[in-house]
């Protein structure tokens, strides 16, 4: 066995900066000695980034605690909020509207899930809705935030949360957090990329005034243009627009306005949906939605009159496309974030997924000699990750009863991944849902958006549906109450904001 396969990396590259190359840079550089391992970050002030990314989900809180950041000094730092979930209105039907929770939804008693207990309850004339059994949910009804409660007996055991920011504020955070750790900063526009002629690795990057950067391991984090992955390596792309049709935006930012919701909220709209994330300092707004059925002028119009107070700019579009590159990890580059793939921001999984591409790297991390074995399991670990978002999210789109416009009647009818199919089957026609290969999305989360959108199971499982009707009411009914009385002695989400991690 040669010493190249034992020597470590010795000069890491990070091309582009926003969250994904600074959330690169921050995570290595908590991990790896300067003295071995140099990282160095290249990019451009006149090269903006889409900065639209602001909600999250709580696997971002695991992230901050690896870099051992501060969480009040975080909130500080990027004008945060607390998030608890997102409410979904206009989804199944006009007029409907739910709120997908984090944290777990009621309690699963005697090994059977809670929702047979729900459906059971419901067919006895109990309407009240699923939500109503999730700490979450009520909290975020309600207006109120507290940290989670260590005893398990406690109600807010069960609260789970994640965070409304400023992705361009928590990128110029992390760019400090690594800069203090040793990263090197290069400003400059890459006009050259060199590889070796026998194995096509990137060797060096040459910017625009003639500096050399040479890296024996490179990111790419280069937004859509995916210079290196798509221009340089030439990475095929996977499109799933078929499935996800929307390829448009037009975001804009207004002022702050009323009491600090923690929750995300995600209207549909006639041909998309529009989102309202509120951070301390301003409030952020987009209008997802898709060419083929609306132009640019009616989705502006829609988005403006949307919005519930005074935009600070003019509406800024933004051209996507849905899907994934076939290979995350080619020759010895990785992309991360918009060069990987593109997601839709309904679930809030962008800054998740360069998490997770961070992680599956540090995980498998690479001597100097990248075994083709360790890039196969990364590319095979990412893409499954994409693929298990994608289905998720396409289950919000087909699992409607709309038909009030053209685009609904598309989703409505269109043919979905087989993936997303079985499971909706399942869930149909016998009320259940399993988890496989450790996927992001919770039983919960699935359960949330199923009877939300108006997937009501044929049956109930037979050991609950044995129960006498009036204990499981009983139950159900302690426990609603319960939890609200523990929301109502809550501070609001405002009061805890302002003494422990107000803005300056």
Same mark, same amino acid.
């Given at each position: 066995m040669s010493d190249t396969q034992h020597a470590p990396l010795k000069h890491i590259v990070i091309l582009g900066g926003g969250s994904a190359g600074w959330m690169a840079a921050a995570a290595l550089s908590s991990l790896l000695?300067?003295?071995?391992?140099?990282?160095?970050?290249?990019?451009? %002030?006149?090269?903006?980034?889409?900065?639209?990314?602001?909600?999250?989900?709580?696997?971002?809180?695991?992230?901050?605690r690896m870099l051992g950041i501060n969480e009040a000094e975080f909130l500080k730092a990027t004008n945060g909020t607390f998030k608890l979930g997102i409410e979904f209105k206009d989804w199944g039907k006009l007029g409907d509207s739910y709120i997908h929770p984090f944290g777990s939804i009621g309690v699963d008693m005697q090994g059977i899930d809670f929702h047979h207990y729900w459906l059971h309850n419901r067919s006895s004339g109990n309407s009240a809705p699923l939500q109503n059994y999730s700490m979450c949910a009520v909290?975020?009804?309600?207006?109120?935030?507290?940290?989670?409660?260590?005893?398990?007996?406690?109600?807010?055991s069960h609260l789970r949360y994640a965070y409304h920011i400023d992705a361009t504020a928590y990128a110029r955070y992390l760019?400090?957090?690594?800069?203090?750790?040793?990263?090197?900063?290069?400003? $400059?526009?890459?006009?050259?990329?060199?590889?070796?002629?026998?194995? $096509?690795?990137?060797?060096?990057?040459?910017?625009?005034?003639?500096?050399?950067?040479? $890296?024996?391991?490179?990111?790419?984090?280069?937004?859509?243009?995916?210079?290196?992955t798509e221009k340089i390596l030439d990475v095929p792309f996977e499109d799933w627009s078929h499935w996800l049709p929307c390829d448009s935006a037009q975001t804009v930012a207004t002022e702050r306005v009323g009491s600090l919701i923690p929750y995300t909220k995600a209207t549909a709209k006639t041909a998309g949906w529009q989102w309202r994330i509120p951070t301390q300092h301003r409030t952020g707004n987009g209008h997802i939605y898709s060419s083929k059925f609306m132009d640019d002028a009616e989705a502006k119009d829609i988005l403006m009159a949307g919005l519930d107070s005074q935009p600070l700019s003019e509406p800024r579009k933004?051209?996507?496309?849905?899907?994934?590159?076939?290979?995350?990890?080619?020759?010895?580059?990785?992309?991360?974030?918009?060069?990987?793939?593109?997601?839709?921001?309904?679930?809030?999984?962008?800054?998740?997924?360069?998490?997770?591409?961070?992680?599956?790297?540090?995980?498998?991390?690479?001597?100097?000699?990248?075994?083709?074995?360790?890039?196969?399991?990364?590319?095979k670990q990412m893409r499954k990750e994409f693929h298990q978002?994608?289905?998720?999210?396409?289950? #919000?789109?087909?699992?409607?009863?709309?038909?009030?416009?053209?685009?609904?009647?598309?989703?409505?009818?269109?043919?979905?991944?087989?993936?997303?199919?079985?499971?909706? %089957?399942?869930?149909?026609?016998? $009320?259940?849902?399993f988890r496989y290969d450790d996927e992001l999305f919770s039983k919960e989360s699935?359960?949330?958006?199923?009877?939300?959108?108006?997937?009501?199971? %044929?049956v109930t499982d037979p050991i609950v549906s044995?129960?006498?009707?009036?204990?499981?009411?009983?139950?159900?009914?302690?426990?609603?109450?319960?939890?609200?009385?523990?929301?109502?002695?809550?501070?609001? #989400?405002?009061?805890?904001?302002?003494r422990y991690g107000a803005a300056v």
């Open positions: 000695s300067p003295d071995v391992t140099r990282i160095t970050l290249i990019e451009s %002030d006149q090269i903006g980034t889409v900065g639209v990314g602001e909600a999250t989900i709580p696997d971002m809180i695991n992230f901050n909290a975020a009804e309600n207006g109120k935030f507290t940290l989670p409660d260590p005893n398990p007996r406690s109600p807010l760019r400090n957090y690594a800069e203090k750790r040793g990263v090197t900063r290069v400003e $400059g526009k890459v006009t050259r990329v060199d590889q070796q002629n026998e194995t $096509g690795d990137i060797t060096t990057l040459t910017l625009e005034n003639g500096q050399t950067i040479t $890296g024996d391991f490179f990111f790419d984090c280069t937004g859509f243009r995916s210079l290196l933004i051209s996507f496309k849905t899907g994934c590159r076939e290979t995350l990890w080619n020759k010895n580059c990785i992309a991360l974030g918009l060069s990987a793939g593109f997601l839709e921001p309904l679930e809030s999984t962008s800054l998740f997924l360069i998490q997770q591409g961070i992680s599956r790297f540090i995980s498998l991390f690479p001597s100097a000699d990248v075994s083709d074995v360790v890039r196969t399991e990364y590319n978002v994608r289905d998720f999210i396409i289950l #919000h789109y087909v699992a409607t009863e709309r038909d009030d416009s053209p685009f609904w009647n598309y989703c409505r009818t269109m043919d979905i991944p087989e993936s997303l199919k079985s499971k909706m %089957d399942l869930f149909d026609k016998a $009320g259940r849902i699935w359960i949330a958006v199923f009877l939300g959108q108006n997937i009501i199971p %044929d044995s129960l006498p009707k009036a204990q499981v009411d009983h139950s159900l009914k302690s426990m609603s109450g319960a939890m609200q009385q523990v929301a109502q002695n809550m501070p609001t #989400h405002e009061e805890f904001l302002q």
